[in-house]
């Protein structure tokens, strides 16, 4: 993918989505970080942010304000109050849909979704017990897949195993078809996954299943070879 001009990194001030910002610090484009916390804006503009907007993706005018003149949105929004995952809508859902329309109003050219590992197909990769405790989140990042792969936009969705703090390991398995791969990744590594798709034209229309090789439970199966293309020269080592 060419002449990027503007990304949107939603859910920038969580874990995964500071780990975007970090490796696009130095981007050759602008990035523009969007926030629910209001109080984190200075915050994400010293991890590079060239732009902060604070708003909820509940809101559909927030939404269409944050994708505004951008050419590709990285989705890394997610639930973590445990009263939200109760009760009322959830970002992971509803607002991923609002994004999503509001994407497909502006153009995007590409928009990138860190779902999970448990969603859709890969429902039983996910420990029973802990895909109890979080159903409504699963259910809500399979309708924001769907809502995705329906829409007009290319995109890839990047559904990673249980998420740590670890540092990178820079070696990942990538599994495709659903029950593929089960385990762990650091956040770091599904961080630079999600920077390098919309510039890697195999991961276009795909949904992938990823861990770390240290962080693997079980058997593989399924996996992919990728030629992942990174645009901050961030090396992703892929075994098949």
Known sequence: MTDVERILVAGASGGTGTEVLDLLADAEFAVRAL???????????????????????????????????????????????????????????????????????????????ESAIGVGDSRGQMPAAF????????????????????????HTVVRPGMLTNDPAT????????????????PRADVARLMVAAPFTPESENRTFEVVSRDGLRGTSRGLVDVDWQSPVEEEIAVEE
């Open 35 to 113: 926030t629910h916390t209001p109080e984190k804006a200075h915050a994400l503009r010293s991890r590079g942010a060239d732009e902060v907007v604070v708003g909820d993706l509940l809101e559909s005018g927030d939404a269409a304000r944050a994708v505004a003149d951008c050419d590709v949105v990285l989705s890394a929004v997610g639930t973590r109050s445990p009263v939200r995952m109760l009760m009322g809508d959830l970002v992971d859902g509803t607002g991923v849909e609002n994004l999503v329309d509001a994407a497909v109003a502006a153009d995007v050219d590409r928009f990138v979704f």
């Open 131 to 154: 895909r109890l405790l979080i159903w409504r989140v699963l259910a809500a990042k399979n309708r924001a897949e769907a809502a995705l792969r329906t829409s007009r936009l290319s």
């Open 170 to 185: 820079g070696d990942v398995l990538v599994g495709e078809g659903g029950a593929t791969v089960s385990g762990s990744i």
